[in-house]
């Protein structure tokens, strides 16, 4: 990690190939972002948009993926200037473009179903003590989960997919508004922090025009009981190769 004397700091992607710029001031990425960008199916040459991307690390991630051409939206121009210098350090300009938007614009955004895979990491929390950095990332200040979804349903082709990380308290939200928005939920991961814990999160994937039908994954466990990471944790960061206990 590069710091510099104002809180803007250069790190490293799982895997150690990317680059990111961040800021202490600002919601930096985390093992949610990471669980994201793996999850999804990504077909060939996929045109792929993140929503609410805040500094890019799910749009690095999927460039690194194979994505042909990513849209990063986020109505913050801080993060979004951060990620135009994060996109300049890997030599991504021609295959990602950083936006600065608010996606309950999407009509003016973008055409509709142009994309393959929306990918989006929604505020968490609707209520309770917000944060003092990062708010808009974690609280729903403007932008609720309903835009996502309404944004993510104009985008997506038709059986495009909608990649979702959310806590179990939207999980019910999340049904009902792909539901209301033509977006069937196809699968589901809960995420533990150790096999004892309740999940703390979840990863879902929506099909625009899909059929009825769940592939319930198995749970994502991310720690050992000696605190190591564990191995279905380590596929998720650095691909199937380096999965081990």
């Known amino acids: 990690m590069n710091e510099d004397s104002a809180g803007k700091r250069l790190d490293c992607l799982p895997g ?3 680059k990111i710029w961040q800021d202490r001031q600002e919601f930096c990425f985390t093992t949610d972002a990471v669980f994201l960008a793996a999850f999804p199916h990504l077909v060939t040459k996929a045109r792929v948009l993140e929503l609410g991307c805040g500094t ?3 749009s690095l991630l999927m460039a690194s993926r194979g994505a042909s051409q990513v849209l990063s939206v986020d109505i913050n121009p801080h993060v979004v200037a951060l990620l135009q210098e994060s996109l300049r350090e890997n030599r991504l300009e021609e295959r990602v473009e950083a936006r600065c938007a608010d996606i309950r614009n999407y009509r003016e955004l973008f055409r509709s179903e142009s994309f393959d895979l929306v990918l989006a990491n929604p505020p968490y929390r609707v209520g309770g003590r917000r944060r003092q950095v990062g708010t808009e990332a974690c609280h729903e200040t403007g932008t609720t989960l309903e835009d996502f979804f309404r944004a993510a349903s104009f985008a997506l ?9 959310q806590i179990p308290e939207r999980f019910t939200d999340a049904v009902k508004l792909g539901m209301a928005c033509q ?3 196809k699968r589901l991961q809960w995420v533990h922090a150790r096999s004892d814990r309740p999940a703390w999160i979840f990863l879902a994937e929506f099909t625009k025009g899909g059929h009825p039908g769940l592939e319930v994954l198995p749970p994502l466990v991310m720690y050992n009981p000696d605190g190591s990471y564990s191995r279905q944790t380590l596929e998720y960061y650095y691909g199937k190769e380096h999965g081990h206990d």
């Open 16 to 18: 150690g190939r990317l």
């Open 56 to 58: 890019g690390a799910v």
């Open 157 to 165: 082709k038709t059986r495009g997919r909608f990649a979702l990380v």
């Open 183 to 185: 977006l069937e939920l």
